[in-house]
């Protein structure tokens, strides 16, 4: 008799709790409709966006306790998607992230999106576009480079990315070029850059005297002395309007000082077209000729 009391109870304790529990949920999203409704947004798509347009709207929360995630169709969670990569909504992001894990959508669909989510640099809203079926396309790789972010390049190149094609090929140049070190990194990390591609940027890295870059790229096995089209070296583009340290260090680890190109130009001459005064002192020291 005791056990069949003890059962009863225990049955009795689920019923009651399960009832607190729904009256709890209705009560929630009585309250969250309320509140919607005090802010004249309607329960829809429409008014989803309404209130995620800016990054710190509380508004997905409220439509959550609404129940409007719970039974959202799958052409509107992917404009919510969409939304969400404009608006950079951090509450629709969690929302987004909580439901729909298996609605997988057409790549093209949600291209532009995920370019868009590269630009604004930010990985954990690209990953979830990719999670839902982006791909990197051929220009992809090329924004990242504008972002000196480790983890948004990797997870591109981990997800398709590829420097073959398109703007992408150009990727490690800009990168370089913006002396964004570690989006650099990544790419050349990733291996699928072709080595020409890694030789050529330390070009571009001392064409606008991004010295760390080079630094980098010789310590990866680069020619120090790699040339372009014309055969003009790093140490050109550096002696024209770097510093005394940066062509010490080129000369320190085995640039040529007399390299000539487009026909007997050498790194003192570009050292004079930039007026570089200090530099065409130490080159001079070191036992540069002009032509």
Same mark, same amino acid.
């Given at each position: 008799m005791n056990l069949l009391r003890v059962l009863i109870a225990a049955l009795l304790a689920t019923v009651f709790s399960g009832c607190s529990q729904q009256t709890a949920n209705s009560a929630a999203e009585t309250a969250a409709r309320e509140e919607l409704a005090s802010r004249n947004i309607p329960v829809t798509l429409a008014g989803l966006k309404q209130a995620t347009t800016r990054r710190n709207h509380d508004g997905a929360y409220l439509f959550e306790d609404a129940g409007f995630f719970a039974e959202i169709s799958d052409v509107d969670?992917?404009?919510? %998607?969409? $939304?969400? =990569?404009? =608006?950079? #909504? &951090?509450? %629709? &992001?969690?929302? %987004? =992230?909580?439901?729909?894990?298996?609605?997988?959508?057409?790549?093209?669909?949600l291209a532009s999106s995920l370019n868009q989510t590269i630009k604004k #640099?930010?990985?954990?809203?690209?990953?979830? %576009?990719?999670? $839902?079926?982006?791909?990197?396309g051929n220009d992809s790789l090329f924004f990242a480079a504008y972002q000196d972010n480790y983890d948004l390049a990797a997870l591109l190149l981990a997800n398709g990315g590829t420097f073959a094609a398109g703007e992408n090929s150009g990727a490690l140049k800009m990168a370089a070029r913006l002396g964004n070190l570690k989006a650099l990194q990544a790419f050349v990390d990733s291996g699928q850059a072709r080595q020409s591609q890694i030789n050529q940027a330390i070009l571009y890295g001392a064409l606008t005297e991004q010295i760390d870059v080079v630094k980098y790229l010789v310590d990866q096995g680069v020619d120090i002395n790699q040339g372009d089209s014309d055969g003009c070296t790093a140490l050109h583009y550096l002696s024209q309007d770097g510093t005394v340290d940066m062509v010490k260090y080129m000369v320190n680890n085995g640039a040529l000082i007399n390299a000539t190109c487009r026909g007997a130009e050498t790194p003192l001459k570009w050292a004079h077209y930039g007026d570089n005064t200090q530099v065409t002192e130490y080159l001079v020291s070191v036992g540069a000729t002009q032509n």
């Open positions: 969670f992917r404009d919510a %998607l969409k $939304h969400a =990569s404009t =608006s950079g #909504n &951090y509450g %629709l &992001y969690v929302m %987004l =992230s909580r439901y729909g894990a298996d609605q997988v959508f057409p790549a093209g669909e #640099n930010t990985v954990r809203m690209a990953a979830l %576009l990719i999670t $839902h079926g982006a791909k990197p």
